[in-house]
């Protein structure tokens, strides 16, 4: 298997989208460049990310989310029951396109599958794939609710589509699920519901329930990781992939204060910071992670997604982040 070594790189999702295939997708929208154009333009953009990841060095792989335009939107836009109704004001002058659930939710046609076997078919022997999907209290916590009224009854429904999907991209060979829970960290009363929805979302699907499965993943970033933690371990993954770099390994001392049994996708490069790291730097920033894990625990990927960086230091700083990781292989193996 791919990950059978020490540190096994991977990327958490999105990627810089080459500027054409935006140009591409506003003549889509505005009617003057067919779907099957847009399609092509993705597959693409798809390869390309692909090979980037490959020269990058990075083993489990992705399309560095060609297809997504964003995280939640991309879901909604696919599950029967989700509405859009103009963007919503989130921060500063950001707009984003906030969904609402205006009926019961109904199943959604297949979701991610193709992007899967795109991605693996555009992948050479020797790396992995891993495929991203948002989870179940992220997607509620990002959506407007004009129908449930109860907060579990909707998280619990998602929960039922995520896994669906889960299934379905297990059975077409899918190895590496990572489960975005980005909301989790700003509201950490709700990490019962969290527990509750992911014991869902991997049903029948854990490493030890479906031959094709190695690891189910949860990314959390952006928060305050102590105000859930130690209770966070009992989140039914294999593993979580955190930010660190960015926070300025603020909370290792909270880890370090329980037995963090699980593996940790250790955010060693910062997706804010347009500086490409050395690699000096970034194997002093994995060798954090041996406050609280074992070097066997660590994975080694990027804070977060890394789509708002110039193309240029997105991969500067994946291939840096693979070669520290190669480094301390050889120094820890
Ligand atoms: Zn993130």
Redesign the pocket.
């Known amino acids: 298997m791919v990950h059978d070594k020490l540190f096994p790189t991977t990327v ?1 999702g999105s990627h810089p989208k080459p500027k054409w295939l935006n140009k591409v997708r506003k003549l889509n929208e505005e009617g003057e460049f067919s779907d099957e154009r847009l399609e092509e333009a993705m597959d693409d953009a798809a390869r390309i990310v692909v090979d980037e990841h490959e020269r990058a060095g990075i083993d489990i792989l992705g399309d560095g989310e060609m297809r997504r335009e964003e995280m939640v939107e991309y879901f909604a836009h696919r599950i029967p029951g989700y509405e859009f109704n103009g963007p919503v004001r989130v921060w500063g002058n950001n707009y984003f396109e906030k969904p609402s659930v205006v009926e019961e939710l109904g199943d959604p046609d297949p979701m991610l599958v193709d992007e899967f076997e795109f991605t693996r078919r555009a992948a050479n022997e020797g790396h992995g794939v891993k495929v991203p999907i948002t989870g179940p209290y992220t997607l509620y916590d990002w959506s407007f609710d004009e129908v449930y009224g109860d907060d579990r009854e909707l998280i619990m429904r998602l929960a039922e589509i995520v896994n669906d999907e889960i299934h379905r991209l297990a059975d077409a060979g899918a190895r590496y699920i990572q489960i ?1 829970e ?1 909301a989790l960290s700003v509201r950490p009363d709700d990490i019962d519901l969290v527990i509750e929805a992911t014991e869902k979302v991997v049903e029948g699907v854990t490493k030890e329930e479906h031959e094709n499965i190695e690891r189910q993943i949860m ?1 959390v ?2 928060g305050d990781y102590s105000a859930i933690y130690p209770r966070m371990l009992d989140i039914p993954v294999d593993q979580f992939s955190l ?1 660190f770099v960015n926070q300025d390994f603020a909370h290792i001392d909270t880890f370090a204060e329980h037995d963090f049994d699980k593996e940790i996708g250790f955010g060693c490069v910062d997706i804010h910071d347009r500086d490409v790291e050395s690699v000096e730097e970034i194997k002093e920033n994995i060798e954090h992670a041996f406050d609280f894990v074992d070097p066997e625990q660590v994975w080694v990927n990027p ?3 890394i789509k708002l960086l110039p193309r240029d230091v997105a991969f500067g700083k994946l291939e840096n982040m693979s070669k520290a990781a190669e480094e301390l292989r050889a120094e820890y193996e």
């Open positions: 958490i975005d980005p990314h970033c952006y930010e804070d977060c997604g």
